[in-house]
């Protein structure tokens, strides 16, 4: 099958790495705005083919959209506009948007919204890495909109891929990711830049970052550029959950402000409760 | 030399397995108040024999007291009190109610205060690894106070565990792990429950959970009964940076509120310099 990836980053360059060693895909073009990134994934063979957004539309059996979702809405109603037989994806993690933008166009049915929940904390193709899907999930969006084959088409990309499939609609989606990875990455922003105020000396933080501090702060290395745009896509739901997340740190505040250290324990026992589902 | 665990934990189990790999020692007893752990300790072969308190004051070249700081204390005064020849080492994660309790003990000079950076979520025997301080830091504290002769033994423990070593005095040791290390256990913990909070839906939870979540989210396992007492005896410092934490994730909140993205870029900017420090 001859896939174009659009967008060879972290996720864009990790799928073209996976659907090639998975035989899924026999050619592989590339679409990037950024000449440093096309030149990086051609000299480490993680694509083919440099090409423009209009060749991709002719030329492609299978395009995935995998930039930032600032920019998803107008290629992808582009490559609907321009299109013959290609199935279209995005991997972005915000869909009401998008959805909204493309719902009347009359390719509507080509295209497939997914969200393969994987990730690490760089970017660039260098960062891309085969096995990064590996039994990792991906969320399929709003399916009843898109034609069967496609589905099924992107189903098969999916399985060679070793990746878990589940389903919601737009709306949910974006309501789960703001509770589930959205506040994990401001969270972990917000520790870095806790740690950097109130340590002026960085080499006291380089020598006292154990294991613990190194994976809470890992996704304070994550790309403004990627991130900016889910936080104003998905602004209102994010700020759902920090409104939550500033009410429970502000409960552990209280509670040693008084010196509780009974109900201290108590929070520390519920929060042990999610070892029942991420271990 | 023979050795002595106090403690047969995560940090006094990898301590025990990681000296015996090296050849440091060629003798390791346990003391541990759960029986449970000591038949695991001694499955495991990650000690040889269990013995009781006041036999360790006696039989032992060096005893590493590895408790939860809140009977640590009392354990290290009546090793002081007992022993005849010993060294004696702690591995708690606060120093100075600690420093202060022992200052004027006769034996003091036989006592060396020590804090390995290292851990992971997991606690008891089982979690316990040998390769898990390769590489890290020790932070040896107020040496001034301890004997030469027992700071170098010390010292020849941890390069024998490979770990590199820096030297603080107890008020800045408490307060630099306090903003380094303590906090990331917090900011973990609330993470957990904002989660379990907004997410009533677990299965949603472990779909959505991709390796950004469960690395923020991983601190969260991390055991009451070690925790609450470092808090307790940390509150101080504690509550210092989780006040500027609360200040950094309530100015988030704000530049989403004005929809000001532009702020909301300069922050993840100034919080991607973390990985100066941490990469």
Request: charged share 25%; aromatic share 6%.
């Amino acid at each position: 099958m001859k896939v174009t990836v659009i967008g060879i980053g972290l996720i864009g360059g990790s799928m073209a790495r996976s659907l090639r060693i998975a035989e899924f895909a026999d050619m592989v073009y590339g679409v990037d705005s950024n000449n440093e990134h096309i030149r990086t994934a051609l000299d480490l063979g993680i694509i083919d083919q440099a090409i423009s957004l209009q060749q991709a539309a002719k030329m492609s059996d299978l395009i995935i959209v995998a930039t930032p979702v600032d920019s998803i809405i107008g290629i992808v109603s582009k490559l609907l506009d321009e299109m013959q037989d290609s199935i279209i994806i995005d991997v972005g993690s915000t869909k009401s948007a998008l959805m909204q933008a493309i719902k009347s166009h009359p390719n509507r049915g080509r295209f497939v919204a997914t969200h393969p929940m994987a990730g690490t904390e760089y970017s660039g193709p260098e960062a891309a890495i085969p096995d990064l899907f590996i039994n990792k999930c991906t969320v399929l969006v709003d399916i009843e909109d898109s034609d069967e084959d496609a589905v099924e088409a992107v189903k098969n990309m999916y399985r060679a891929m070793q990746m878990s499939m589940v389903f919601h609609d737009s709306v949910d989606h974006d309501l789960h990711t703001a509770y589930v990875s959205h506040i994990s990455h401001i969270s972990s922003f917000a520790l870095a830049l806790t740690v950097l105020e109130k340590e002026k000396n960085e080499k006291r933080i380089f020598e006292l970052a154990g294991g613990g501090f190194r994976s809470t702060v890992r996704l304070a290395n994550s790309n403004a550029d990627t991130w900016v745009p889910i936080f104003e896509q998905n602004r209102d739901h994010v700020l759902d959950v920090l409104d939550e997340h500033i009410n429970t740190i502000s409960r552990f505040r209280t509670l040693l402000i008084k010196k509780d250290f009974e109900g201290f324990r108590n929070m520390i026992l519920q929060a042990n409760q999610i070892k029942r589902i991420v271990h």
